[in-house]
């Protein structure tokens, strides 16, 4: 009779985790971009603080439809809107802004911290981290290095905020009548695509092992 022996070797599974370095660039925030935050939160959201901070409950993804980081920090940095964003200077001299700007190379730059209110997604800045990335046109569509950094930094915020929800900006309008919706006017409203929906497929797959709240289903039809 022969002997079988059946050799059992141990398979080693070797991390492939990576440890992105997170570049602080802050935008300037000076006592003009407080005044115009704290002013923002009290006319839009009926919020009065002495200070700008926020409890961050969910991450909302961007692009900016800017080929260049430096041409989308410019847009970010001062803390007055731009004279030509005609109809969003309407509603509040207050710059749009991003916690978050990701290079195209998937470099991720912090512009401002994570518990200071950006004005960046109708109706829920306060209580939204947003993540802008550089690019997003059909010329210039996002990278498979942004969608790496997207998704590791999506890791770290839910590591370290109490983050209930994941969305993709143009998703926001879902939020309409929910209990984290804010905004007073219910004419408020701009339409946006961002950061695709095949961008948020791939995000949201990645990022499934942190059972992230589903988002309501909301049947207006209108977007920011």
């Known amino acids: 009779m022969k002997r079988i022996f059946i050799l059992f070797l141990p398979i080693c599974f070797i991390s492939c985790a990576v440890t992105k370095e997170i570049i602080d660039k802050p935008i300037i925030f000076d006592e003009e971009r407080t005044a115009l935050t704290l002013e923002y939160m009290s006319d839009r959201y ?26 989308s920090f410019d847009v970010f940095n001062d803390p007055k809107i731009a004279g030509w964003r005609e109809y969003v200077q309407t509603i509040s001299g207050l710059n749009v802004s991003a916690h978050y700007l990701v290079n195209r190379d998937g470099t991720i730059y912090r512009l401002m911290p994570e518990t200071t209110m950006a004005r960046h997604v109708i109706g829920l800045n306060h209580c939204a981290i947003g993540v802008e990335n550089v690019g997003g046109t059909e010329e210039l ?26 969305i993709g900006h143009y998703e926001y309008t879902n939020f309409v009548g929910h209990e984290l919706w804010l905004e007073k006017d219910n004419n408020y409203r701009t339409e946006k695509t961002d950061p695709g929906e095949d961008f948020m497929k791939k995000v949201r797959k990645a990022s499934k092992r942190l059972n992230f709240k589903p988002i309501p289903n909301n049947n207006i039809s209108y977007e920011e």
């Open 141 to 166: 569509p996002l990278t498979k290095a942004q969608l790496k950094a997207n998704i590791w930094l999506v890791d770290y915020l839910k590591s370290n905020y109490d983050i209930d929800y994941l």
């Open 46 to 71: 009926g919020l009065e603080q002495d200070t700008p901070e926020i409890e961050p409950k969910m991450i909302v993804l961007h692009w900016t439809v800017i080929p260049t980081f430096e041409g």
